[in-house]
């Protein structure tokens, strides 16, 4: 007789000698696997007529799940369809604003047995509890993470905290979700998913692709690719989420900043022949990086090369191009974006707007978002915090003033604009906008170049409606 257990991550096969996905473990002359090769087992021992007892579950009871109050629309509902028509395992793309959350809950319905869902932030776990408290009936709803152990039929994890029990509480679910999916790829990440047996699986997220090309581990990660996909120009169209443009505004540098700036750039130019370095090939400014730990000629590149950056992203004229865009949108519910902190308490200060960054504890953050969806605050200001997850009230304006080249960010950036309150009011379509600023004469134009290239990038995929594309050889400087 063939017997399966499941062992702090692992299915340990026992009465067989081979069978695919597995090894054998020599402490025990037994067959070994990662626990997430238990659907792939279970169909191959089922398909070869092979008898076996199965003891790897060991979920936690649940009561039958119902959601109440909720109506998918039609493209959350042919997501629904195509998941389940797959197997329910694999993934959804939808834009930020579509209605994520609300897909999960329906996918969890489906479903109707123990899941854990895994969020990447502490705002997000609270944020998905509330929602589920208030649409699934019968429902207990626990939580891991930031100082709560709760395991319950629901269980809503960091994660963080997913990583450290993944082990202990692998075979204790039958479905997984993995919110903000891109993150699963991650080195460390990836084992949650590689010590769950879950065999039902379905990964969320607005922009799936990772500069670092790590996605294509999501068919392995996850029970399969992308099973639906839609963009935000689709949603706008039929009406689901707000139209947009995208202007793009650019800026000089005071003599002052622009001779910082050369004799910066020129440095870190410098310095990257010395060493050899070409920065025209993916990880080529990772390498500069690890070499930066243990060589100064690499150290001082990368200082200088942060120095101009600093001088681009922070000039003077983007104040005051941003003082000028403020006062011609008075009255406007606008979200400014810039890439590191010391710009965001630069900007609050001198337009006495509020800020939200990593550093603003719970109270302020829920607040300063009241203020905002309420109307207290027509503007805030924000580094990376509020990029993906996070429930931002609507917004008609942002203004994104520095930021990176990655077309994730870019996206997601966009979709904080894209809410459906925006779509229509007294009938007449209101269309967002997205303020690009950006310093003429440095390198801010070609990680702008970047960001619209992988916007193109996206919308040409889905008009042509292909499932699989051939990724640019983006320069990793840029996403970083």
């Known amino acids: 007789m063939i017997w399966l257990s499941y062992d702090r991550g692992t299915i340990v096969i026992k009465g067989l000698m081979h069978i695919p996905f597995a090894t054998l473990d020599p402490r025990t002359n037994c067959l070994r696997a990662q626990a997430l090769n238990y659907h792939d087992i279970i169909h191959y021992l089922r398909e070869s007529d092979i008898e076996y007892t199965d003891q790897v579950l060991e979920l ?3 009561p039958h799940f119902t959601a109440k109050d909720l109506s998918l629309r039609d493209y959350q509902q042919k997501a629904l369809n195509r998941w389940t028509r ?5 993934c959804i793309v939808l834009p930020t604003g579509a209605g994520k959350t609300i897909l ?9 047995s123990a899941v854990l869902i895994v969020v990447p932030t502490l705002d997000l776990m609270h944020q998905w509890t509330e929602v589920l408290s208030s649409h699934i009936t019968n429902a207990s709803i626990g939580n891991l993470g930031g100082g709560s152990e709760e395991v319950e039929p629901i269980t809503v994890a960091t994660y963080d905290s997913a990583y450290i029990r993944a082990p202990s509480l692998g075979n204790r679910f039958s ?5 903000e999916v891109h993150h699963l790829a991650a080195p460390g990440y990836r084992s949650i998913a590689e010590q769950l047996a879950a065999p039902y699986r379905l990964g969320l997220t607005a922009t799936i692709e990772r500069e670092d090309k790590l996605h294509l581990d999501f068919p392995k990660l996850v029970g399969g690719g992308v099973v639906f996909e839609i963009h935000p120009t689709e949603l706008a169209k039929s009406k689901h989420l707000a139209s947009y443009e995208i202007k793009r505004m650019h800026v000089e540098l005071t003599s002052q900043e622009q001779s910082e700036y050369q004799k910066n ?4 130019q410098l310095y990257l022949k010395k060493l050899g370095i070409r920065m025209n090939y993916h990880g080529s400014f990772r390498r500069l990086i690890m070499m930066s730990t243990k060589n100064k000629i690499a150290r001082d590149a990368l200082l200088a090369r942060n120095r101009a950056m600093d001088i681009a992203m922070n000039s003077k004229s983007k104040l005051e191009l941003l003082r000028n865009i403020l006062a011609e949108n008075s009255g406007v519910k606008t979200i400014i974006f810039t890439q590191h902190n010391s710009l965001v308490y630069s900007i609050s200060n001198e337009f006495l707007i509020p800020a939200i960054t990593h ?4 109270l302020e953050r829920k607040d300063v978002l009241s203020g905002f969806r309420e109307g207290r605050y027509l503007a805030i200001v924000t580094s990376k915090v509020l990029d993906e997850g996070v429930d931002v009230p609507d917004a008609k304006l942002g203004i994104i003033v520095s930021g990176t080249g990655s077309g994730r960010e870019y996206i997601q950036r966009l979709g904080r604009l894209l809410r459906p309150k925006l779509a229509s009011t007294d009938g007449v379509d209101q269309k967002a906008k997205l303020i690009e600023i950006i310093s003429s004469n440095t390198r801010e134009t070609g990680t702008s170049e970047r960001r619209k290239r992988a916007l193109t990038r996206i919308n040409q995929i889905r008009k042509k409606g292909q499932e699989n594309e051939k990724d640019e050889n983006l320069d990793y400087e840029e996403a970083t």
Do not use: A, H, Q, W
Not at 86 to 90: F, K, L, N, W
Not at 265 to 268: A, D, E
Not at 359 to 362: A, F, G, N, Q, V
């Open 359 to 362: 550093r603003t504890d719970k």
């Open 265 to 268: 750039f020129g440095t870190y």
């Open 104 to 112: 999960g809950i329906k996918s969890i319905e489906t479903i109707n």
């Open 175 to 179: 479905f997984v979700i993995f919110d």
């Open 60 to 62: 936690i009871p649940s």
């Open 86 to 90: 797959v197997g329910m395992r694999g």
